[in-house]
């Protein structure tokens, strides 16, 4: 294969027919490490919104189980991408998470938002840190993939293109960021995971992460904007990295989050039925999409 072999298989595809195998592409062939980042991103934005993140701190999963919903986010959302939205692990993933949700007052506001940082935050990573920016018929594809999930999990109001999901998702952070003492426990408990993860480097990898983030989170948390120096160094590393990936030969196989070694919680492997928290719910938490709607498998 070369490089460009999986864009060229990409632009074969029809992006509203064939949204699950182009995003499957997209995230396990060509940008694997960059989507892992990026939706570790993604879900850490939405912290700032003391809606989320006090009610993430009320469960205390962040905080006193990090690893383990860190873990458990990360698988259930990849195995809709491996299994899709009509295999049996794909459907008992958005079960699990259906359950789960529904057992909290969670507005739909705020489902929607989580779910737009998914769409947005890996594509502005990608044009920053990739080896290549997404084109425009991943762009739709991606829309097209969450969209579906939205709808899978009973969102409603869910936006139709990439341009209304970003637009959504700035204007949503402009009016909701804001300051909570839950959400900052919930995001230093975060940032001390991701930065234990490499043993004596973790003061280094901690003041990396502060570096990525905008000064519209860092005002949210309170912390402290690191110095110009620091913020060069790390985004000069990652276009760094970006120009050494893009020499290296395609991906031939799929790379999906549950292979990640960030992934610590089930050394033995797992079920997908048995992932997450089992919460008392306060109705039913199945699919509220027919399946028979989803899209064509590849």
């Known amino acids: 294969m070369r490089r460009y072999d999986w864009l060229r298989e990409i632009r074969r595809l029809d992006p509203e027919r064939d949204f699950l195998r182009i995003y499957r592409i997209t995230a396990t062939h060509e940008f694997p490490w960059d989507m892992t980042r990026a939706l570790e ?20 999963e962040l905080t006193d189980r990090t690893q383990k919903r860190y873990d458990d986010t ?17 459907r008992t993933a958005i079960r699990r998470i259906n359950q789960m949700h529904r057992s909290y007052d969670i507005s739909n506001d705020d489902m929607r938002y989580v779910l737009c940082t998914f ?13 290549r920016q997404l084109t425009e018929h991943e762009l739709r594809a991606i829309a097209a993939y969450y969209h579906t999930l939205g709808r899978h ?59 990525l983030l905008d000064d519209a989170l860092l005002d949210a948390f309170r912390y402290e904007r690191p110095r110009p120096a620091v913020r060069v160094a790390v985004h000069t590393a990652l276009k760094l990295r970006a120009k050494a990936v893009r020499l290296l030969p395609p991906r031939p196989s799929p790379h999906y989050a549950r292979q990640n070694p960030e992934i610590k919680g089930y050394p ?3 079920r997908v039925a ?18 028979s709607e989803g899209p064509v498998a590849p």
Not at 74 to 83: M, P, Q
Not at 182 to 205: F, H, I, K, N
């Open 41 to 60: 991103l993604a879900l850490y934005r939405t912290y700032a919104v003391p809606s989320i993140g006090r009610l993430l701190a009320e469960t205390a």
């Open 74 to 90: 990360a698988l259930l959302l990849d195995a809709v991408v491996e299994h899709g939205f009509d295999g049996t692990d794909g």
């Open 119 to 131: 769409v947005v935050v890996p594509k502005r990573w990608i044009d920053n840190y990739g080896w």
């Open 153 to 211: 999990m009973g969102i409603t109001g869910l936006p139709e293109t990439y341009q209304d999901f970003e637009r959504h998702l700035d204007d949503y952070e402009r009016a909701h960021f804001g300051w909570d003492e839950g959400a900052r426990r919930v995001s230093d408990a975060t940032l001390d995971l991701m930065a234990g993860w490499y043993g004596p480097l973790a003061p280094v990898v901690r003041g990396a992460s502060m570096a």
């Open 268 to 270: 033995n492997g797992f």
């Open 274 to 291: 048995g992932l997450g928290t089992f919460p008392t719910a306060r109705r039913m938490g199945g699919c509220p999409a027919p399946h």
